[in-house]
């Protein structure tokens, strides 16, 4: 398993759980494969890494599973996730359609207010040194994240608690990973900038499909990567 970095000292007044601290650190070094796919959990030594009782790491642990970021292997224990060429193309399917969807209704329910928001979010985008230096995109998440704005603009229950809950960071995990692809970052920015100017004329037709057209050009991407042999796997 990679370097797990040590825990953020909290500001004064903040109440964060010794576990809710862990949890957030190893989500974070899993999604920006600092922990790569495939790398075993080793109880023991995140214990060590951290200095945390057991109790604590288990709590985090099984919260990671629940966000499927880790998977429990038979006779192996918790891995990090690490999804076959064909998982995840239906991962990819699953957002194409659903987050289609969510813009469309998006476009139908956000306010002028709530559009406004989100053209500071992607003015935010655009400051970002990373993207500047086009050596990848805005990796900030929730209200920072542009598509899980729009999700949270549709308005819909249940396409909220998929995308911005069960789905979320497993899908932030690969979209993070493979956003440092040369052009990738500039042309994704220009396509958010097309889907939010649909979004604000209330064309939900249109922002739908420009947004399926944007999470398959992902897919895409990715599966250039792989056939080219940059997908990492750790088997061991």
Avoid: W
């Amino acid at each position: 398993m990679s370097k797990v970095l040590s825990l953020p000292t909290l500001a004064a007044g903040e109440t964060e759980t010794l576990s809710e601290q862990v949890f957030r650190q190893i989500q974070s070094a899993i999604v920006k494969g600092e922990i790569p796919p495939g790398s075993k959990i080793s109880e023991p030594e995140l214990a060590r890494v951290y200095g945390i009782s057991r109790g604590p790491l288990r709590e985090a642990i099984h919260r990671l599973e629940g966000q499927k970021l880790l998977v429990r292997v038979p006779h192996v224990g918790a891995r990090v996730v690490s999804l076959s060429q064909q998982e995840l193309a239906e991962l990819y399917q699953i957002r194409e359609s659903l987050e289609g969807m969510a813009c469309r209704l998006a476009a139908e329910r956000m306010g002028p207010q709530a559009v406004d928001e989100l053209r500071r979010v992607l003015d935010a985008h655009e400051r970002d040194e990373a993207f500047q230096a086009g050596i990848g995109y805005y990796q900030q998440e929730g209200d920072y994240d542009f598509h899980y704005r729009i999700v949270q603009g549709s308005g819909n229950g249940m396409l909220i608690r998929l995308l911005c809950d069960e789905l979320y960071q497993l899908a932030r995990m690969y979209r993070i990973q493979y956003s440092a692809t040369p052009n990738r970052p500039r042309q994704s920015f220009a396509e958010h900038h097309r889907i939010l100017d649909a979004i604000a004329e209330g064309d939900g037709e249109l922002a739908e499909l420009l947004m399926r057209r944007h999470i398959r050009a992902s897919r895409l991407n990715i599966e250039r990567q792989i056939a080219q042999g940059n997908l990492q796997r750790t088997e061991a």
